[in-house]
């Protein structure tokens, strides 16, 4: 999981300088454009930190649902079972 984290947030980096989220070199005010980055970096880490929250979530929840799968078709042996023995 964190290995893919810091997969997606090179990208997101990768992909805000292409997008125009840094300043170019040239830029007269340099310090409000690296303050604006700073923040728009911060904002994209809460974003990749709130998608591996709800990455973990949904793992979990597939962990559950799978174990609801298995104790329901430990149900069904059970109940099947039982109507062998009623009919005999």
């Known amino acids: 999981m964190?290995?893919?984290t810091m997969f997606?947030?090179?990208i997101l980096i990768a992909f805000s300088s292409l997008s125009g989220c840094v300043a170019p070199e040239d830029s007269g005010?340099?310090?409000?454009?690296?303050?604006?980055?700073?923040?728009k970096l911060m904002d994209l880490e809460e974003?990749?930190?709130d998608l591996e929250?709800?990455?973990?979530?949904l793992d979990q929840m597939k962990e559950d649902l799978d174990?609801?799968?298995?104790e329901l078709g430990e149900i069904k042996g059970?109940?099947?079972t039982l109507v062998q023995k009623l009919n005999n």
């Not at 005010?29 to 923040?39: C, G, I, L, P, V």
């Not at 174990?67 to 298995?70: G, I």
């Open 8 to 10: 997606l947030f090179s």
């Open 2 to 4: 964190k290995r893919m």
């Open 67 to 70: 174990n609801v799968k298995d």
């Open 29 to 39: 005010n340099q310090t409000a454009s690296a303050s604006n980055n700073d923040e």
């Open 47 to 49: 974003k990749i930190l």
């Open 78 to 80: 059970l109940l099947s």
């Open 53 to 57: 929250t709800k990455n973990s979530e």
